[in-house]
Each structure stands twice: as C-alpha cells, then as structure tokens.
C-alpha cells in the first residue's frame, strides 16, 4: 500500500493551494483519512481529518480556511486550504488508516508536499 500526496508549492500571504493524496495498492477498505504537518523545528501536528463517512476534525488554527474531503471511489483525500498564512509553512502529510485485508488495518503516511506560504 502506498500514499502519494501532491499539490504542494509556493505561494503569497492570501493565496490558496490544493493538496491531493491518493492511496493505491492492496486496499479492502479505509477508514479515517488525514493530513498533518511538520514546520522546521516543531512536531508534527494534525491539520485535519475525516472519517468514511464524512464527519470532519480541524486543528483551531485552520478552521474557516481549509477544507479536507474525500473520494472514496479513487481512494484519495484532498485538503483545500484558503488564505494562508506564513505560519502555514510546513511539510504536509497525508495518512490513512487501510484494511488491507479483511479485519486487519494499517496507518500508512504519504512522503509529504512542501508548502511554503511567503509574506
């Protein structure tokens, strides 16, 4: 099983990004779906997640300007974030709690999308 995330980039003070993340490999099912992030310097921390059936969770310092959803048909998680701030700055992971097979599930990380937000 594999994540691959993509979408990460540069961008000003204000600007938007789209992040997209699609698993692939030998999946049964998946259950809750995420991205976190990793400043310079600081722990990783939860940006958002969402479960199979759509209830979401936001960190408070991204609530009102990202969005996280999914496609349960392609496998794949997206997160659109709206005026962002340099504090956004961080390298951005996706992850997902996989059934591989039956009853039996993994958390599996994506390599992670630099976004850089400039003043």
């Known amino acids: 099983v594999q994540l691959q995330a993509s979408g990460g980039g540069l961008v000003q003070s204000g600007g938007s990004l789209r992040l997209s993340c699609v698993a692939s490999?030998?999946?049964?099912?998946?259950?809750?779906m995420g991205w976190y992030r990793q400043a310079p310097g600081k722990q990783r921390e939860l940006v958002a997640t969402?479960?199979?059936?759509?209830?979401?969770n936001y960190a408070d310092s991204v609530k009102g300007r990202f969005t996280i959803s999914r496609d349960n048909a392609k496998n794949g998680v997206y997160l659109q974030m709206n005026s962002l701030k340099p504090e956004d700055t961080a390298v951005y992971y996706c992850?997902?709690?996989?059934?591989?097979?039956?009853?039996?599930?993994?958390?599996?990380w994506g390599q992670g999308t630099q976004v850089t937000v400039s003043s």
């Open positions: 490999g030998s999946i049964f099912g998946i259950n809750a």
């Open positions: 969402i479960t199979r059936g759509d209830s979401t």
């Open positions: 992850n997902a709690d996989i059934l591989y097979v039956r009853g039996a599930a993994n958390v599996y």
